[in-house]
């Protein structure tokens, strides 16, 4: 399976500069599939609704980000030094975006040459703040311009609508979980998870089809986790299987050998496929992200002779076991499929659970 599609094998080009008057909402031209997008369309500048479960994604994300801008002084003293004309706009957008085209000059991203871009910035920056249309492309350069580190998982965490972001601005989602056997030197720009359970209820099928991109030079390995009961496992296309450790009582990591190793900035599709065996009902699925993983598209197929009762998109606090962090019901499909797509995730975990009714 896959193997028809020759035009995603071997190694993708390193993506081309960025174009900060556009908002460029996914990495790579990847598109959310429709009917699964998160909507990011907020209803511009204004006061902040009630409640928190009447904002819409690009409204908790301008939120956090304006709280911190106005409330977090060494955020708040980077753009009141570029104010130029008095505004009771907090913050001011003129100069939050000559703040992100420093940086942009700076990093090399744009040429120093074009002078407008900050003017060419506002409107972006408006759309951000005012809790409309906010790429993840626009909340990473906010990120590296104001040096937010210690607030980026819970500003990722709001952009992916994944927990109330007031509750914890400093930290993510995940607690604790097993310890990392290698450091992860790619990021997940777009991942597509498809699972397949039989009439049993047990997950029986993973399939897998990702595009990495390389943080640093010579990256040669993909880590992949898996049940250590998979029965079998293989690489469609972008690599072959190495070694295997073990993650934890219930995980396996597998180092998939990429055919030749990565510069920075290069990216890679991969094909991932596990089997499990049958008769080992469970009744839930978990996507761990310790990193930021970008376009996250995660699709169950139960059998139709055992649907799941009470489905739930839900975020734990761990890899196994766990506190339940966040959830809300999901209704299965004609096709008797849940599916769920996110712009971003960022230390967390993830996925769906359910019941089994009676079989």
């Known amino acids: 399976m896959g193997t028809g599609n020759p035009a995603i094998t071997g190694v993708w080009p390193a993506a081309p500069p960025p174009d900060p008057r556009t908002d460029g909402e996914t990495a790579g031209g990847a598109a959310p599939p ?39 002084a060494e955020y708040r003293r980077m753009w009141e030094s570029r104010v130029r004309r008095a505004s009771a706009q907090q913050p001011s957008f003129a100069a939050v975006a000559r703040v992100i ?20 910035l506002k409107d972006r920056m408006s759309r951000a703040l005012g809790g409309g249309r906010i790429s993840a492309q626009t909340m ?36 604790g979980g097993p310890s990392m056997i290698m450091p992860q030197r ?16 047990s997950l029986v099928e993973q399939h897998s089809f990702q595009v990495i991109s390389a943080q640093e030079d010579g990256v040669g390995i993909y880590p992949w986790v898996l049940r250590t009961d ?31 190793p990565l510069d920075r900035g290069q990216r890679h599709a991969l094909e991932l496929v596990a089997h499990y065996p049958t008769g080992m ?12 993983t970008e376009n996250v598209d995660i699709q169950i197929q139960f059998d139709p ?11 734990w606090s761990t890899h196994e076991g766990g506190l339940i962090v966040d959830e809300e019901p999901v209704t299965l499909s004609a096709d008797g499929t849940i599916h769920r797509f996110l712009p971003a995730v960022h230390h967390a975990v993830v996925g769906f659970r359910w019941q089994w009714g009676d079989h």
Do not use: C
């Open 101 to 120: 085209a420093e940086y942009l000059w700076n990093a090399g991203i744009v040429a120093e040459e074009d002078q407008e871009l900050d003017r060419a």
């Open 34 to 72: 429709v009917g699964g997008a998160v909507e990011q369309r907020g209803s511009g500048v204004g006061p902040a609704p009630a409640s928190d479960e009447a904002l819409s994604t690009g409204e908790r994300a301008g939120r956090l980000l304006r709280e911190l801008l106005t409330g977090v």
């Open 281 to 292: 009902p469970t009744q839930e699925v978990r996507r761990a992200a310790r990193a930021k």
């Open 140 to 175: 990473e350069w906010f990120i590296e311009a104001f040096g937010m580190r210690r607030h980026e998982a819970g500003l990722w965490a709001a952009f992916a609508g994944l927990t109330d972001p007031g509750t914890d601005a400093g930290s993510g989602t995940l607690r």
């Open 186 to 201: 790619h990021r997940t720009i777009a991942v597509f998870e498809r699972y397949r359970f039989d009439a049993t209820g």
């Open 305 to 315: 002779e055992r649907p799941p009762q009470d489905p739930r998109w839900t975020v």
């Open 230 to 260: 998979a029965t079998d496992s293989r690489v469609i296309i972008g690599g072959n299987l190495g070694a295997r450790h073990a993650y934890s009582s219930r995980l396996s990591l597998v180092e998939v050998e990429l055919a030749r």
